[in-house]
Every structure is written in structure tokens, then in C-alpha cells.
């Protein structure tokens, strides 16, 4: 980028790194960097820092959380016993907005994609498998994407966790082929969680 300093580039380039950020965006956010305050960018770079820093995966269910347990693993109220299983942590506070779900979730981290090199050992799914087995768990929900990967990735786990004795259902989809989930409304997820079927 010839025409920016060497410093104001960088800092375009490090936006323009990011997903979904293309060349325009990453100069628009530069240079919105460049209209804060000092006090306004320690900040952010602080909240950047701190999210690397103290945010991981939850014991449980692999989701992000700040804590050993995450905030839906720690609760009480939830039913242990229902498993919505998604492939993103993304996936999960689109579940939440439904206000209607109360089971509990276990977030795989992917999808099995053979072309981009991912398989089964690649995802969490291990340990679904261990909950599963645990003895505890009625029916598990599987929410993955209603892409290739997405129902293949559902297959996979249904022919694992049947035979432990657990319902497996995969939820019904009010949604283009190939949606994702963190974009859906509520209704939809609703009733996709509504319609689900026994695989």
C-alpha cells in the first residue's frame, strides 16, 4: 500500500487479516482506530489482550467461557439430559434468543470436511461421545448446518451415539440449505428445535 505510511499499512493489513474484512473495511477501521482516543485504543487493544488471555473452552461442553464451566453448564435449572450439539460457539447464543430450549449443548468446533482436512479426531467429538456414555443423557440435538459437511458430520454422530441408547434427533430446517444458524430468527430456530426428527 504505497500510498499509507508503513505504520497506518500494518495496521490495515492486521484488519484486513480478520474474516469477512476485505480492503475497504480494513481502511475504514484503521482509520476509525485513528480518530479514538488514546484512552479509547488502550482499551480495545486491553479487551483484545484479555479475551486471548482469559477466555477458553468449557469443560463440559466445549464452548467458549471464562471459567471452568461455562454460564449454561453451571445452571442448575438446565436438563443435562437433552444435548443440542453445534458446530460453532457462534451457534450457541442463537439457541439462547429462543428462550424455550433448556437442555444444554456441546459444541463440536467444525464440521468433518475431508477436502479441507478435518475428520472426526479433528472435532469434539470424543468427548460428546463420553457424555454420552455417561448414562445420563436422553436425547441429543443435532444442530449441525444444512451444508454437505453439516449432514454428513450428523450421520457420523448418530451412528456413534445410538447405540449407547440415546434418542438421536437432527433439527428440522425452516431454513435455505446451506444457512447458517447464527443468522436465523428466532421463530425459525423454534421451530427447527419444534419439528425436530428421530434419526
Known sequence: MPSYSPVLADLIDKFR???????????????????????????????LT???SKLGLCSVCSNISDSERCGVCGDSSRDPGIICVVENPRDVPSFERIKEYTGVYHVLHGVISPLDGIGPDDLKIRE???RAAGGSVKEMIVATGSTVEGEATAM?????????????????????V?????????MTLFKALEGRREM
Open 156 to 176: 457420523y454422530i448418530a451412528k456413534l451415539v445410538k447405540p449407547l441408547g440415546v434418542t438421536v434427533s437432527r433439527i428440522a430446517y425452516g431454513m435455505p
Open 178 to 186: 446451506g444457512g447458517e444458524l447464527e443468522y436465523a430468527d428466532e
Open 17 to 47: 487479516a480478520l474474516p469477512g474484512i476485505g480492503t475497504k473495511s480494513a481502511v475504514r477501521l484503521a482509520f476509525h482506530v485513528l480518530n479514538m482516543t488514546e484512552e479509547e485504543v488502550a482499551d480495545f487493544a486491553r479487551a
Open 50 to 52: 484479555e479475551a486471548k
Open 128 to 130: 460428546l461421545l463420553a
